[in-house]
C-alpha cells in the first residue's frame, strides 16, 4: 500500500532549522553505511537480507532503507541493549546461531537456502518462528521464540524505522532541534510538518 | 558507522584539568576543583536523581566531595541528535540478564548511564507521592510504611520543585494543598487534549501535568520548543535534568564530577568501615580514598555494587545483614490503551505526557486490588512504536508498514501503576562478568495476581475514556513496565531495611545509598521528584548528624 504523504520528504528539511550538525552528521554516516560483516561470512548475510526483506519491506515509492547494513554493523559491534533473557547469547552469537538455523529449517522443509526458497514459503516458516513451533538441531539451545521477539524483531524493527525514508512514509516529523513545533493541537500541522493525502 | 557504545566519548574523560564541561554551553568549560587521591570527606557513586543534588548539596555544606559516574559528560546543544538510535549513548547497555515469569525490558526503558543519570532521557512528570503512600500499611493495610512523615517530604518536594522550575496547574486537583508551582503550564499537544476530553466524559478530574521543562527561558537554558524527543534527550536544554541543574551547582560549590568512571567494589577495613572505592576509569583501575561512600546507581546497580563488594566478613555482600539487599525490587507498571481517531494527533509533538489524572491513585473504593495508579496521555517515537506494535499486536512485514503508517492518528494512554514490594523479585549476581570483569546483575521479576487485577481495570478504564472521545478499533498492551524502585529499602530497623531513613546503611556507618533503590513502596506516581527531595534531606540529615558530631 502507497503511504498518504507522497509529497513529503523529511530530508527536504536538510538544510532547515529543524535538522542539527549534529543530526546531519549521524544521519549521513548511517545513510551510507554498506551491508559488510567482518564476522557472518556471505551465507549469513543472504539469510539476514532476506529475514529483513520479509520482516521489514521497503516503503513503496521511496528511497530503499538501508536496514540490513545496520543491523549487520549491530551484530558485528556486539551491540546489546542492556537486557537478555537468561539463556539468551549475547548479540552476535545468537544472530550467527539463529541464522544457521533458519538456513537449516528452509533446506530441511524445502530443500533449498532460506534465501532462495518462495517468498510465501519463507512467511510461512517465519510464521512458525515467531510461534515458537521450529525445533529443529540447528537451534540448540536457542529458544526460537524468544530469540524471535527479544532480539530479530526489535533489531530489524529498530533499524528499519532508524531511515528517513520510512519516517516519510508514516508523515512523522523527523529530527526537530532547534527548531520544534509551533501548532500541537489536535487536526493543526506548522507548515513544515506532512499534508495528509486523503485517498 | 552504527554510533554504538564505541562512541569516541566512550574512552575519554571530559573532566579534568581543573574543569569541567558547561552543559549549557558549546565547548564551553567550567572551572572544577579537583581531589586527586587524597582521602575526601564522600565518594558518590552515580549522579543522576539522587547522586546529584546529593553532590550539591553536600558541597555548599563545605564537605570535599566526588561523584563519580560510568557514563559519559554530555553537553546536549552539540552532542544530542535528534535521533532514537543516535542516542543510545544515553543508556545503560551493559550486559544484564533478566527472567522470572515477566522479564523486564531493561537499557532505554528505564536505566540511563551518563553523568545526570536516566534524568537525561525521562519523561520529565514531576509528581508528588499522594501522602498516605508514606504509609501505606497503616493507612490503607499493604505494604510496608516509609520511616519518613509525608510533611517533612511535603517541604522538600517544594525545594526540588523550585530548583527545577516544574511548570504545572494553578490549582492541582488531589491531595493537600500545595504551593503554585514555579511556572506556568505548557499548552497542551493532541494527545493532552484526548486526555482532557475523556475525563471530562467519564466524569473525573484531570490537569495539565507538572512538568520539569521550561516554560520561559531561564538563565542560559532556552524554553521548550516542543520538539518531542524527550526520551532520547533534550538537545534543547529546556528539559531541566540533572544535569543542567544539579550538576553545574555542585561543581560551582567545590564538588568534583568524575566521567567515565566505573565503580567496580567498595572496599572495607577490618572493622568492617568503608574506605574508599575502586573504580575504572581511562582503562585502568584506581583507587579513591573516602570518609563516606554512598551508592547512588539506581534499583540494579546499587544492590549490584554492595554484592560486588561482599568481603571475608560480610561474605553475602555489604551492608546485607538483613538479606534484603537486592530484594523487594519494584518496577511500575506501563500498560497502555491506545485507538483511531479521525484527526490528526501527531503524538510525535511536544512532551510526550502532558496531561494526567491522578483519579485513581487517591480514590481506593472500587478496586479489586491494592495500590494506585495514575494515567497520563503519550507520544511515542517511531522506532519505539514500531517494536509496541511488532511485540503486542505481533504485527511484522507489510501489516507492520501499514499499520505504523496510520500512526499519525493514534491517540494513547499510559498508566503509571503501583507493583507491591515481593521479595521474590531481585537483583541477584549471574556468574558471566562484563568488560570490566565485574559479576553482571541478574534482574528476576514475576507480576502478582494484584498487579494483574490493576492492569487490567486501568486498560479498561484508559479504553473507556478513549472511546468517549471517539477513538474507534481500540486495543491494549499489557505487557509494559517502566520505573525502578527498591533492592535497598530504607525503615525503621535493622532486620526488615538495608538502610534508615536518612539512607545509612546499618551495617556499615559510613556506607549511605541515595538513590530509587531506597524506597519501600513505590506509590502511584513517577518517581523522579521523590527521589530528589530525599537526597535533599539526606544531605540535611548528614549535615545535620555531623554538627552533633554522629557522623
Ligand atoms: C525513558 C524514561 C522516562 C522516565 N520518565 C520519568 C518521568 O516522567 N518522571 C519521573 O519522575 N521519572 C521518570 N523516569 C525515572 C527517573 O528517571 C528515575 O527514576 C531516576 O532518574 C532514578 O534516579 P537514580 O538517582 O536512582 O538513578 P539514575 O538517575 O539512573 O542515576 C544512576 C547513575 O548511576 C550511574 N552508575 C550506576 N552504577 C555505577 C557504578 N558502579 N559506577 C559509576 N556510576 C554508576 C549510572 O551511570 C547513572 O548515571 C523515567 C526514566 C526513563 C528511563
Ligand atoms: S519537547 Fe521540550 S523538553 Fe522535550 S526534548 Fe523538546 S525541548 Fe526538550
Known amino acids: 500500500m502507497a503511504d498518504r504523504y507522497p509529497d513529503y520528504d523529511v530530508l527536504a528539511k536538510w538544510d532547515s532549522p529543524s535538522f542539527n550538525d549534529k543530526t546531519r552528521e549521524i544521519l549521513h554516516a548511517r545513510m551510507k553505511l554498506l551491508p ?33 547494513a545496520l543491523v549487520i554493523a549491530k551484530i558485528d559491534a556486539d551491540a546489546g541493549d542492556g537486557f537478555r533473557p537468561a539463556g539468551l547469547p549475547r548479540v552476535r552469537a545468537a544472530w550467527q546461531c539463529a541464522l544457521d538455523a533458519i538456513n537449516a529449517e528452509a533446506r530441511e522443509g524445502h530443500g533449498a537456502a532460506f534465501a532462495d526458497i518462495s517468498d510465501a514459503q519463507a512467511d510461512v ?35 528499519h524505522w532508524a531511515h528517513p525514508s520510512l519516517w516519510s512514509a508514516m508523515g512523522f516529523g523527523g529530527p526537530a532541534s532547534p527548531r520544534g513545533y509551533l501548532r500541537q493541537q489536535a487536526g493543526y500541522r506548522d507548515p513544515w510538518e506532512a499534508e495528509w493525502e486523503h485517498a | 558507522m552504527i554510533d554504538q557504545r564505541h562512541d569516541t566519548l566512550d574512552h575519554t574523560p571530559r573532566c579534568g584539568d581543573g574543569r569541567a564541561p558547561d552543559p549549557l554551553v558549546p565547548a564551553g568549560w567550567l572551572p572544577m576543583r579537583e581531589y586527586g587521591e587524597d582521602e575526601v570527606d564522600f565518594v558518590i557513586v552515580g549522579t543522576g536523581a539522587g547522586g546529584a543534588p546529593l553532590a550539591a548539596k553536600l558541597a555548599e555544606q563545605g564537605f570535599s566531595v566526588i561523584a563519580m559516574d560510568a557514563g559519559a559528560f554530555f553537553r546536549p546543544l552539540e552532542d544530542f541528535a535528534s535521533d532514537e538510535m543516535h542516542q543510545r549513548k544515553l543508556y545503560w547497555t551493559d550486559d544484564r540478564l533478566v527472567d522470572g515469569d515477566n522479564p523486564l525490558q531493561l537499557g532505554a526503558n528505564n536505566s540511563g548511564k551518563a553523568v545526570g543519570g536516566s534524568t537525561i532521557h525521562f519523561a520529565m512528570v514531576s509528581l508528588r507521592f499522594r501522602p498516605e503512600h508514606f504509609a501505606s500499611r497503616s493507612k490503607l493495610g499493604y505494604g510496608v510504611d516509609w520511616p519518613i512523615d509525608w510533611r517533612e517530604m511535603w517541604r522538600y518536594y517544594e525545594e526540588v520543585e523550585r530548583m527545577l522550575h516544574i511548570s504545572g496547574p494553578v490549582r492541582y486537583p488531589w491531595g493537600p494543598k500545595r504551593p503554585r508551582y514555579p511556572l506556568r503550564v505548557h499548552p497542551m499537544n493532541a494527545g493532552a487534549q484526548y486526555l482532557a476530553r475523556g475525563a471530562k466524559a467519564l466524569g ?44 553545574p551547582r555542585a561543581i560551582r560549590a567545590g564538588a568534583e564530577i568524575r566521567d567515565l568512571a566505573m565503580v567496580g567494589r567498595i572496599e572495607t ?13 581511562a582503562d585502568a583501575w584506581h583507587f579513591q580514598k573516602a570518609r563516606h561512600v554512598v551508592a547512588a546507581g539506581y534499583a540494579i546497580e546499587t544492590p549490584r555494587l554492595l554484592l560486588n563488594s561482599a568481603n571475608a566478613a560480610q561474605p553475602d555482600g555489604l551492608a546485607n545483614s538483613s538479606g534484603l539487599v537486592g530484594r523487594n525490587l519494584m518496577v511500575q507498571l506501563n500498560q ?11 503524538a510525535y509533538k511536544g512532551p510526550p505526557s502532558l496531561a494526567i489524572s491522578e483519579h485513581w491513585n487517591y480514590t481506593d473504593a472500587g478496586k479489586d486490588y491494592l495500590g494506585g495508579w495514575t494515567y497520563m496521555s503519550q507520544g511515542p517515537l517511531p522506532a519505539q512504536w514500531a517494536r509496541t506494535l511488532a511485540r503486542t499486536r505481533g504485527l511484522w512485514g507489510q501489516a507492520l508498514v501499514d499499520e505504523m503508517n496510520r500512526a499519525n492518528h493514534t491517540v494513547g494512554l499510559k498508566m503509571v501503576g503501583e507493583v507491591l514490594p515481593n521479595e521474590a523479585n531481585r537483583v541477584t549476581l549471574a556468574d558471566e562478568t562484563d568488560q570490566y570483569g565485574l559479576r553482571i546483575p541478574r534482574v528476576t521479576f514475576s507480576y502478582s495476581d494484584n498487579e494483574k487485577r490493576m492492569m487490567r481495570h486501568a486498560v479498561a478504564f484508559m479504553k473507556q475514556s478513549l472511546e468517549a472521545t471517539g477513538a474507534r478499533d481500540t486495543w491494549d498492551q499489557m505487557d509494559d513496565t517502566c520505573h525502578l524502585g527498591g533492592t535497598a529499602r530504607m525503615g525503621r530497623n535493622a532486620a526488615t531495611s538495608v538502610v534508615d531513613a536518612d539512607g545509612r546503611s546499618w551495617d556499615v556507618p559510613n556506607l549511605w545509598v541515595c538513590d530509587g533503590s531506597v524506597f519501600p513502596t513505590v506509590g502511584g506516581v513517577n518517581p523522579s521528584l ?14 545535620a548528624l555531623a554538627r552533633r558530631g554522629e557522623l
Open chain 1, 125 to 159: 516458516l517465519l510464521k512458525a518462528l515467531s510461534e515458537g513451533q521450529l525445533h529443529g538441531a540447528a537451534w540448540g539451545n536457542l529458544d526460537a521464540r524468544t530469540f524471535w521477539s527479544w532480539r530479530l524483531i526489535p533489531d530489524l524493527v529498530s533499524a
Open chain 2, 336 to 346: 497502555a490503551a491506545w485507538g483511531e481517531v479521525d484527526k490528526e494527533v501527531r
Open chain 2, 269 to 281: 577495613d577490618a572493622s568492617g568501615r568503608a574506605t574508599g572505592v575502586h573504580y575504572h576509569r
Open chain 1, 36 to 68: 559488510r560483516s567482518k564476522h557472518l561470512g556471505e551465507a549469513r548475510v543472504a539469510t539476514l537480507a532476506r529475514l529483513v526483506q520479509r520482516v521489514t519491506p521497503q516503503p513503496e515509492g521511496r528511497a530503499p532503507a538501508n536496514t540490513l
Open chain 2, 530 to 543: 521523590t527521589i530528589q527531595a530525599l537526597a535533599c534531606r539526606t544531605a540535611d540529615r548528614i549535615g
Open chain 2, 204 to 247: 473525573i478530574d484531570w490537569t495539565e501535568t507538572p512538568i520539569a521543562t521550561l516554560s520561559t527561558p531561564i538563565g542560559k537554558a532556552h524554553p521548550c520548543v516542543y520538539r518531542g524527543f524527550c526520551v532520547t534527550g533534550c538537545s534543547t536544554n529546556a528539559k531541566q535534568s540533572a544535569l543542567v541543574t544539579w550538576i
